[in-house]
Every structure is written in structure tokens, then in C-alpha cells.
């Protein structure tokens, strides 16, 4: 074998050496910090991009902050409207509150009885409809006046299970029974915390 012959076999050896050896630094050392180069930019994407919608989030919050404390005072505003019981009666306030509607009528009211607690749709557990059946001597124009101080004492309060009857020689006076509807809390005790901050 000749000098020539032997380099060729030298080089072709240092050839396939150095293809393996670049092969190794390829397979052990490129490709893995490419890949992990690649997640952490992956990574580093996804921190930019919750870093970016948490500082959104900081911008917005006096926004938002004063969003809820207008929801909260519209919820407090009709919450007013939703009676609580008095002594763990409803019928007490509520009593009470139908007899004072009588002013500037002529109506006459002759009695107020609990009628039944009505159960919402399954869906809503939060209220449920107390209701009450009232009987009144009454023209009509007086019912008329009491209806609307009945909604104008409390808007959320409907009126329905109407009856009328003639009485013999008051042709003007009838024998008017209705129902009336509050929305109460299913629970009161477990009404929004908000509503029963007491006030400073």
C-alpha cells in the first residue's frame, strides 16, 4: 500500500469522524438547546402575554371597582323593596303597610290574610312570592287609588286573583278581593353579605 492510499483512507476516516463527531454535536447539543430554546421562548410568550392581561386587568380595576359599587347600589335600591320578616312573620309589615294605603281612599278594608307562599321556578332559589289575600268595601275608583298606592309603596308587589261582588242597596260600594305579591328571600339569612353591611 502506498503513502497515497493511505492518506486517502486518513482522510476518508477524518471525514467520517468528523461526520459523526458533527452528527453527536447535532444530536446531544444543537437540537436539544434549539428545543429547549424554543420552549423557553414558547414560555417566555406565554409569561409576556399574562404579565400583558394582568396589567390590563390593574388598569381596569378602578373602572371596574366603581361598576360594582353601582351594581351594588342599584341591587341595595330594589332590595329595599324586598321585605324582611318582623318578628319571623311577614304578615305584620306587610299588614301594616296595606292599611296605611288605604289613605286618601275610601276604601275600607276588611281583612288581610295570609294566603300561600309561592315557590319560583327551580331555577331561582333566592326568592320566592309571599302572598296575601285582602278583602275591601270599595268603589271603584277607590280600588283604583288603592292599587296604586299599594305599587307606589312597593313596585316589586303585583296584584292579581281579582274578585268583585255587588252588594245589595250600595250600588257605588262593592266586595273587592284581591292578592298581593311580595318577593321575599328564600332565606334572608342568606342574602348577598352587602345587603346586610350595617351602614356607618
Known sequence: MNIGDKRTQYIILGAIAGCAALFLLLQFLILPSLASWKEMSAKTEEMRQELFEM?????????????????????????????????????????????????????????????????LPPANKTFRLYRVRVQVQSGLDDYARLVKNIHGVNPLCSIS?????????????????????????????KRPGFLMEVVK
Open 161 to 189: 286573583g281579582i274578585n268583585i261582588a255587588a252588594r245589595e242597596n250600595t250600588p257605588q260600594v262593592h266586595e273587592i278581593s284581591f292578592i298581593v305579591s311580595w318577593l321575599v328571600w328564600s332565606d334572608p339569612a
Open 55 to 119: 396589567r390590563k386587568v390593574i388598569q381596569l380595576r378602578p373602572e371596574v371597582s366603581l361598576q360594582i359599587e353601582s351594581a351594588k347600589t342599584a341591587v341595595k335600591s330594589l332590595a329595599a323593596n324586598i321585605p324582611l320578616p318582623v318578628l319571623g312573620n311577614y304578615l305584620l309589615g306587610m299588614e301594616e303597610s296595606i292599611w296605611n294605603c288605604t289613605n286618601g281612599t275610601d276604601a275600607v278594608i276588611v281583612s288581610i290574610a295570609d294566603n300561600n307562599v309561592m315557590e
